[in-house]
């Protein structure tokens, strides 16, 4: 947030006074009307028409002085403005107490009462002046009332002495507002300091909030990075901001990120750190370097760049993470500015979130690369393991077939058990394959029913469930069930839930599939009345290689992928899956996949 100037409030005091002023003298121009007119029906002794004229004259140049105040907007001659105004009404106030009594006149209180209101809303050298020029006039209507009423001696002196004394109060209730208005700008200056600190503090807190959230939630460095710098030159009264960055091999700095400055500045551009000796004591002392003036500061490279962007004065500030250095922000101004120790420590703040985020995002990456490493390790390796594989079983299926000669009994038991155990390889090989490629996203996307599919998956699955006596059911709701998603993906996904809940349904169970639409998602139950899943394998249900301990004890064949695999399928659509079971009595699993198009 940008701090108002002196200048400024100055201003903004100013005209803010003469509108007081102006609100009290168009009242004043009305009651001396309706003080007129009360002359006017009512005998006082006082003639009403100079009365009502003064009136008239009060309200006609203060509408002058309203127009006015809307259009000037030079500081100096506000100050005339005004003191043209507080004359005027010292002159209607002259001809009001001229007209109702002269220095007996019950106006003349007025004339303290203004002379300390001007004190306080006027300078001290404009309330000088001004009540001087109200001890003339008050003077001069003790002199005027001598002249019209040819008073003795003693009365002359009354009047005189009361022309003094109420000079006197005049200066008092001058000295008294000035001392008041005294009181009150200082208060007026420590208020407006405070509220400029609370509301620079209140924008260092949420740059750090924001920053933090940015360092949280981004994993990219440049984001961040950008974030960071967009940030800091946004707070007053850093103008620029530029993130360097040093190399792995210690020896040159680059530019990163730059912010407040034209796009040619802030190009991404290398030099030797050798060369830049900010950088170099900044990094090797491991602390903030200050420097009043880059355009005549000889360790500075880029004067010319400094001088087209009007740059000034810098902090540079280094990034450190557990004692290393990783390079260093430069914050810019426009201007002179000494760099307080509050704007030290706030952009030493910021630069040790830029070093969480660098850090992160290097950890980040490593971890990309070694699960790219692993993948493609795995996928290496089954590749490497399914041939030899299937040419085992390929021997072992001819040998059981009889082709190299007669086999005993004992040797089918043992072949077909090793046949048993490659066919399982190979199984667990394929799914290895499958859960690596599932969450890969150059799938081919397009539109599918997934009505068709499921129906597609029951019929395939149905003698599978004929030979336990496993009643089928599927029972589709609707007629948006239609997405857009990778088909093969979502049939892998129905048929291993379909086929589990076949797997673990005793004989003469059932197992039902109901499949409606509902907020944006269609919602797909697979019902099975199995033997459940127990409470403390639900969490790790889709885990990779994870089976409960019930289903190894059915004896059933599985590798513990199945449904690590679809959960992956079902996260890249966007889905989720949920899963509710009773041991001993069956689970429902299911499964939520939205019918958008926005998957990545």
């Known amino acids: 947030m940008l701090q108002e100037s002196t200048s400024d409030r100055d201003f903004t005091q100013l005209k803010s006074r003469n509108e007081t002023l102006i609100f009290f003298r168009f009242i004043a121009g009305i009651i001396l009307l309706f003080t007129s007119a009360l002359f006017y029906f009512v005998d006082l002794g006082y003639s009403s028409f100079p009365i009502f004229f003064v009136g008239i004259c009060v309200i006609c140049y203060n509408s002058i002085f309203f127009v006015l105040n809307k259009n000037t907007t030079n500081t100096s001659r506000f100050s005339q403005f005004t003191f043209f105004q507080v004359f005027l009404d010292w002159l209607s106030l002259f001809f009001v107490a001229m007209f109702t009594g002269f220095v007996s006149s019950p106006s003349l209180f007025l004339f303290p009462l203004y002379a300390g209101m001007s004190g306080i809303m006027l300078s001290k050298k404009m309330t000088f002046y001004l009540t001087s020029i109200a001890i003339v006039l008050i003077l001069l209507l003790g002199l005027l009332s001598i002249r019209a009423t040819l008073p003795t001696l003693k009365d002359s002196v009354i009047i005189i002495g009361s022309s003094f004394f109420y000079g006197l109060v005049l ?18 200056e420590i208020a407006i300091i405070l509220k400029e600190q609370f509301y620079k503090e ?15 939630s981004q994993l990219e460095v440049y984001k961040v990075l950008r974030h960071l710098s967009d940030s800091l030159a946004s707070i007053s009264p850093v103008s620029a901001c530029v993130i360097r960055l040093i190399s792995d091999d210690r020896k ?26 900010i950088d170099v004591e900044c990094l090797k002392a491991k602390l903030p370097i200050f420097v009043p003036n880059v355009l005549k500061d000889p ?52 630069a ?40 085992v079983q390929s021997i072992l299926q001819i040998v059981l077939d009889g082709y190299t000669g007669e086999v005993s009994e004992k040797q089918r038991s043992l072949f077909e058990r090793a046949n048993d155990r490659v066919t399982g390889l190979l199984r667990l090989v ?63 996904v129905f048929e291993n839930f379909v086929d589990n809940a076949i797997k673990y349904t005793k004989p003469n169970g059932s197992v039902s599939v109901n499949m409606h639409f509902e907020n944006g998602h269609v919602i797909t139950n697979i019902i099975d009345n199995g033997i459940g899943i127990p409470k403390e394998s639900i969490p790790r249900l889709f885990t990779e290689f994870y089976r409960a301990q019930n289903a190894k004890q059915e004896e059933v064949q599985g590798t513990g992928l199945g449904l690590a695999i679809s959960k992956k399928i079902i996260s890249i659509h966007n889905g989720d899956i949920s899963v509710n079971s009773v041991l001993g009595s069956g689970t429902t699993f299911t499964i939520l996949l939205p019918t958008g198009t926005n998957f990545f």
């Not at 990120?257 to 830049?276: C, I, P, Q, R, W």
Request: aromatic content about 8%; hydrophobic content about 45%; overall charge negative.
């Open 202 to 216: 209140n924008d260092r807190l949420n740059t750090i909030y924001n920053v933090a959230l940015s360092v949280n």
């Open 430 to 492: 394929s799914e290895l394959l499958e859960f690596e490629g599932a969450s890969a996203k150059d799938r081919d996307f397009e539109e599918i029913d997934l009505r068709k599919i499921m129906t597609d998956v029951v019929f395939e699955l149905a003698p599978k469930a004929d030979v336990k006596h496993i009643r089928i059911k599927f029972i589709p709701s609707g007629d948006n069930l239609k997405l857009i998603g990778w088909k093969d993906g979502i049939h892998r």
């Open 171 to 188: 200066v008092c209730a001058s000295l008294l507002g000035l001392w008041a208005s005294k009181e009150l700008r200082e208060r007026l």
């Open 299 to 350: 360790r500075f490279l880029y004067k010319n760049e400094a001088k087209v962007e009007g740059l000034i004065s810098m902090l540079a500030v280094p990034i450190i993470h557990l004692d290393e250095v990783l390079g260093v922000i430069r914050c810019y101004t426009k201007s002179y500015y000494e760099f307080t120790n509050d704007d030290v420590e706030f952009v030493a703040l910021i």
């Open 252 to 277: 040159t700095v680059s530019v990163l990120e730059a912010s407040g400055v034209s796009a040619e500045y802030g190009k991404s551009h290398t030099v030797n750190l050798a060369d830049d000796r």
């Open 352 to 391: 040790s979130q830029a070093a969480l985020s660098i850090v992160n995002a290097k950890a980040y990456e490593k971890v990309v690369e070694l699960d790219k490493s692993r993948t493609s390790f795995i996928r290496v390796v089954t590749h490497e393991l399914r041939a030899p594989m299937a040419a």
